[in-house]
């Protein structure tokens, strides 16, 4: 029970010095942006995720993995407040999870035979965790894309049959498109802006499209390289485009009936046929007792 008090007492001693340390860096970062006009303001506990996420364990730990930062692009997460924010609950949460497995074990399961490994299960499945809700997230919003694309291109060859040209078009759904398109409009903003700044559109829009890994949206951007570099020719495409993602949308949801059904007939025969069984061949075993018993 000593080893475990000093255990945790040495770990609440490394978490606070990290916090010590991300707090100088965090107070040199505010004095250089208020050097240059920028006040930011926080809440108490957002400055204290804060801290801990620009600590040098807490960057590292995010920079070390490059598939950690590709679904932080994946889900639009690309500010540095939001990095840290990640950072923090990656460092977090194995920290508060071994201090709740060391309380427990220390209060109800003192006399364990080995009590270093639920501890060490706990390291591990703390780290883990924000990782696994990052990657279910960055899942969530490539359906939601997959969603949107059905809706983009009807859009897309209506400005173009208007007489706009591609920028011009993503131009319009970036800014009218908001709440249509939520997650598109917002990647075509990002991607604009890189836009203003001096970069070519073909070659921001094959960056969306691996960023996002969506097979509609990169077949999308696909056509509008055509229609940027050869000026016409990408209208019956986008229509061909069109008819394949309805196609695959009604192949998924057929797919999904039949996996429902599959599973709705499980579970009929798990809760419905033992009813069944009762209410028919009750009486006839109620009869068999009574007559056995009879004799």
Known sequence: MALMLS???????????????ARQRRNA???????????????????????LGDSRFGQRSV???????ILLNRIG??????????????????????????????????????????????????????????????????????AEIGTFIPLLRILFESGMAVEQALRVLSSEGSKL?????SEL???????????????????VASVLAVD?????????NQLIHQGGGAMKSLLALKQL?????????????????????????VFLFPALLIVLAGPGFIAIGKALGSH
């Open 77 to 146: 997460w690309r500010r540095a407040s939001q990095r840290s924010l990640f950072a923090a609950c990656q460092v977090g949460v194995p920290i508060v999870a071994v201090c709740v497995v060391m309380l427990i074990q220390t209060l109800f399961f003192s006399d364990v035979e080995y009590p270093v490994m639920a501890p060490l299960f706990a390291v591990g499945l703390g780290y883990l965790a924000p990782k696994r809700v990052l990657a279910a997230a960055a899942a969530r919003r490539q359906k939601r894309t997959v």
């Open 29 to 51: 970062r505010q004095i250089m942006s208020r050097l240059h006009g920028e006040v930011a303001r926080d809440s108490r506990v957002g400055s204290l995720l804060r801290l």
């Open 63 to 69: 920079s070390l993995d490059s598939e950690t930062q």
């Open 245 to 269: 993602i309805d196609d695959r949308r009604l192949t998924r949801l057929q797919e999904y009936i039949s996996k429902l059904s599959a599973k709705m007939s499980v579970v009929m025969m």
């Open 216 to 224: 509609e949206f990169s077949d999308t951007c696909v056509i509008l």
């Open 189 to 207: 903003r990002v991607m604009l802006v890189r836009i203003d700044s001096g970069l070519e559109l073909g070659d921001e829009l094959t960056k």
């Open 181 to 185: 398109l939520p997650v598109l409009s």
């Open 7 to 21: 255990a945790l007492l040495f770990a609440a001693a490394g978490f606070f010095l990290m916090l010590s340390l």
